[in-house]
């Protein structure tokens, strides 16, 4: 899936408007199991990823730990948020997954404990990413692992990326570093 920039910052210019909150808002769990929000990510980019240790696309770890290892100091955090939507490939405990992510592919990014990316039981944080609402431009359906919302400073999504997009895809890159650049 292709990805397109939008300009400007506010949800009126994003096209909606917002009756579930800002993005910061939304509760998460870190992959250690403590409670926390996004709130310590405002005014930086974002790059949110449902993540799977089992999947085809398992290696794009070893890519968007690049990314943010390259990007990380202009303000670019990847955040990974494994979930065992498609086919059961991430069947292990929120510990087994970060064992099997630092010793495999020594990611350093945030990640987070295991929620669920499609269904009735979808976490918030992905209501609020797929939601027509609060996200026109960029709304849907996950589709797979390692699908990729880039969240502006701002904290709107100003471009999303397929599970065939790897990290080090040329539009990604683009798009993350026009992100950069953008003023918030």
């Known amino acids: 899936m292709a990805a397109i920039l939008v300009a400007g910052s ?3 210019q ?3 408007t917002n009756s579930m909150g800002s993005l910061y808002d939304i509760p998460v769990v870190r992959i250690d199991n403590s409670a926390t929000n996004l709130s310590c ?6 790059l949110i990823v449902n993540v799977a240790s089992k999947c085809g696309f398992t290696h794009q770890y070893a890519g968007l730990e690049k990314l943010y290892a390259t990007y990380k100091d202009r303000g670019l955090v990847v955040l990974g948020f494994p979930a065992n939507d ?3 490939q991430e069947p292990g405990s929120n510990q087994e997954i970060a064992t099997f992510c630092s010793t495999t592919y020594h ?4 990640m987070f404990a295991k929620i669920t990316v499609r269904g ?11 939601d027509k609402t609060t996200d026109p431009q960029f709304s849907g359906a996950i589709t797979w692992n390692f699908n990729k919302f880039l969240v502006g400073r701002d904290g709107y999504v100003v471009a999303r990326f ?6 080090e895809d040329h539009d ?13």
């Open 86 to 88: 498609f086919l059961w």
């Open 14 to 16: 994003h096209g909606g």
């Open 10 to 12: 506010s949800l009126a």
């Open 172 to 184: 990604l890159v683009a798009a993350v570093e026009q992100a950069l650049t953008a003023a918030p």
């Open 41 to 46: 990510y405002k005014r930086r980019v974002l």
């Open 120 to 130: 009735t039981d979808m976490h918030p944080l992905y209501k609020y990413l797929t």
């Open 107 to 110: 990611v350093t990014f945030p």
């Open 162 to 167: 397929g599970s065939r997009t790897k990290p």
